[in-house]
């Protein structure tokens, strides 16, 4: 049987366009020799993108934590300052359910759309005189006119079709998984050597604890884990917990990258991580999956001459645009004295917490936030940063 759209990669991103394209009456395969299962993420899920898929989950039955505050901690100095997030409600502002049963919810939806599940890993592509050739880990051959990448970071679609991700477009996430304990609260620590940040979020059964930074920015996966380990130590935040490692590769790109993005092209389309859709401050990237997951399914459908291009255009205007802000900011957003700066105003300001509860949320896009935090800071406050920034562009 020859397929209208072949989807790799059943996480968020693919099960979701799956869904979306076979409840619209598409013949489509999708092939994951995996999903669902954990990730090592912190799995925050906020409310704009359960929104997105209230039409085909229960996602107020979907086992979850939501969360009341997000604490910013200085180990350095022992300071901390908490933020409210709580809207009252499981799809307030944020929300963080076990991987497994999140993406399991849409892989079991895009089963009932009529998607056919193939659980067998991607192995080979090849483009044909009227579509493309999937060879498959157990041996079978699926066919079909279109081929969707939602294959993560290291894409087998992207390699064959378009071009990997060099390792400066990646950031690696490492920590532990903390078994047995779970909290209302998530704990983030910006951190500026090498620039990322420390977070510990918690799950129904467990706390997600890592360390996101640049995969070229020197330390080893073991280096980075040891630093959390540590940090663990020093919180205090699972004490005796079993702790499981994990790694796992995150698109981080730049604001060139950003501006040059190639997502789709004839017969082909990418989203989500393998489409390089993350942000590039707090790397949250399931919303961006939903969303280009949905541009995809929409673009597919639409019957339009030339869906590639569109479908470039709309990631392009809709998201890519916004994450390019991020990117230019993102140097600033790690440096030592911003962080102590950023610690000073959320003790101070309410107006600052809340600029961050929105940016924590994503209510807040990066197109305008730098005017929004400095009409939200103080007098005193808003002096401090302008000496700050005078003083880095003085070196």
């Known amino acids: 049987m020859k397929y209208d759209v072949a989807v790799v990669g059943a996480g968020p991103a693919g099960a979701w366009t799956a869904c979306l394209l076979a409840s619209r009456g598409a013949r489509v395969v999708l092939a994951d020799p995996s999903h669902p299962r954990e990730k090592p993420c912190g799995g925050g899920v906020t409310g704009r993108a359960l929104a997105l898929v209230r039409s085909a989950l229960a996602v107020d039955r979907l086992p979850a934590v939501s969360i009341r505050t997000a604490r910013f901690v200085d180990t350095a100095t022992a300071a901390s300052a908490t933020v409210p997030l709580d809207r009252g409600t499981l799809t307030g502002a944020l929300v963080v359910a076990s991987r497994t049963d999140f993406d399991g919810a849409i892989v079991a939806a895009a089963a009932r759309a009529g998607a056919v599940l193939v659980t067998a890993r991607v192995t080979n592509i090849e483009i044909e005189r009227r579509g493309f050739r999937l060879d498959t880990a157990d041996g079978k051959v699926e066919r079909a006119a279109w081929v969707i990448g939602a294959d993560g970071a290291n894409s087998l679609v992207r390699r064959r079709l378009a071009r990997p991700f060099r390792r400066d477009q990646l950031s690696i996430a490492t920590g532990f998984f903390a078994r047995g304990i779970s909290s209302d609260e998530v704990v983030l620590e910006l951190v500026g050597n090498p620039p990322g940040y420390i977070w510990s979020f918690p799950r129904p059964d467990h706390l997600a604890i890592g360390i996101c930074t640049a995969a070229d920015a020197g330390p080893t996966a073991g280096a980075l884990r040891a630093r959390v380990a540590e940090w663990i130590r020093i919180t205090g935040i699972a004490p005796d917990a079993p702790l499981d490692p994990y790694s796992w590769p995150i698109p981080s790109l730049s604001p060139r990258d950003f501006e040059t993005l190639d997502v789709a092209g004839h017969g082909w389309l990418l989203v989500g991580d393998a489409a390089g859709l993350v942000d590039p401050i707090t790397r949250e990237g399931i919303f961006f999956a939903l969303q280009s997951g949905a541009f995809a399914a929409e673009t597919l459908a639409s019957g339009c001459s030339r869906p590639d291009r569109w479908y470039n255009d709309r990631v392009q205007t809709q998201i890519a645009s916004d994450l390019a802000r991020a990117a230019r900011i993102r140097a600033e957003f790690f440096r030592p ?28 896009s990066y197109r305008g936030l730098k005017w929004r935090l400095a009409k939200t800071l103080e007098v005193g406050l808003l002096w401090r940063l302008l000496q700050m920034r005078r003083t880095r562009d003085a070196l």
Not at 337 to 364: P, Y
């Open 337 to 364: 004295r911003f962080t102590r700066l950023l610690m000073d105003a959320l003790g101070q300001s309410h107006g600052i917490r809340a600029v961050m509860a929105d940016l924590i949320a994503g209510t807040q």
